[in-house]
């Protein structure tokens, strides 16, 4: 059954006469009449009961009308999605983004979408750290990803939207407690805390970096998984660890405080990033929110 078919049987139907079902279309009265004789023959059953002076439904022309009304307004609803779709007022974004750093940023973003665009969904996937994150989004599987990066990868377009300064946080006993600031060569004997050498994160990078560049080796005692897990075992006196300003500021913790941390490097910029050609209209939209609710830094 074709749609043009549907629509030639659901007139007749409805108007109980070929000719005002052919003015109803816009169309001729003989070409309606084929039409429906070849759904008949395709079918293999009248749908319609004829006379000369009268048309009246068949058995199984009245068991198809409501089927073929869902059937127009399934397409009705189809083309409907396609048009929103296209301008953006439905659809799916990819959200990648980790650690507690994130978790305002995300937060504002997705409520400014939701104001803008309330079809549009953020799919959030909160557990991919920037190598894995920037990976994600060349190859299509992420939209939008919060990263950072020491040179913008090829492909990716991206703007800064938060910065982060360097800290180390210790339990509220441990022997730093009342410092202004640390120099990284100061932990060279401590016991650090860090998320795992191979989870991409960028700060485990920078750490390792720093520390090499300082002549040692971190004296890693324990590795976790994410962000929560590293400050509850500093909280618990385990050991310290080195992280992010924005992410102790998303902990209120008592038994922890925190020391800058002076190292040779530029303040860290987080980045709202996507792929360049991407042409989700979705994202279009999303982006334009994001343009209010994080404005760029730095």
Known sequence: MEIHQIRAFLAVAEELHFGRAADKLGMAQPPLSRTIRQLERELGTDLFRRTTRS???????????????????????ARESIKLATLGDIGHVRFGFAGASSNKLVAKLAYASRQRKPGITLDLESTTFANEALTRVIDGSLDLALVRWQAKPPRISGRPVMMERPVVAVHT?????GRSSMDIAELADEDLILLPAESGANMRDLIDHWCFRAGFTPNVIQEAPDSWIVIALVSAGMGITITYDSVVASFNDPNMVTIPLTVDHDPIKVYLAHREDDDNPALREVLAAAELALPTVG
Do not use: C
């Open 55 to 77: 048309v009246s439904l068949s058995p199984a022309g009245a068991a198809l009308v409501e089927p073929a009304r869902a059937v127009l307004d399934s397409t009705r609803t």
């Open 173 to 177: 006993e441990h022997r730093f407690v």
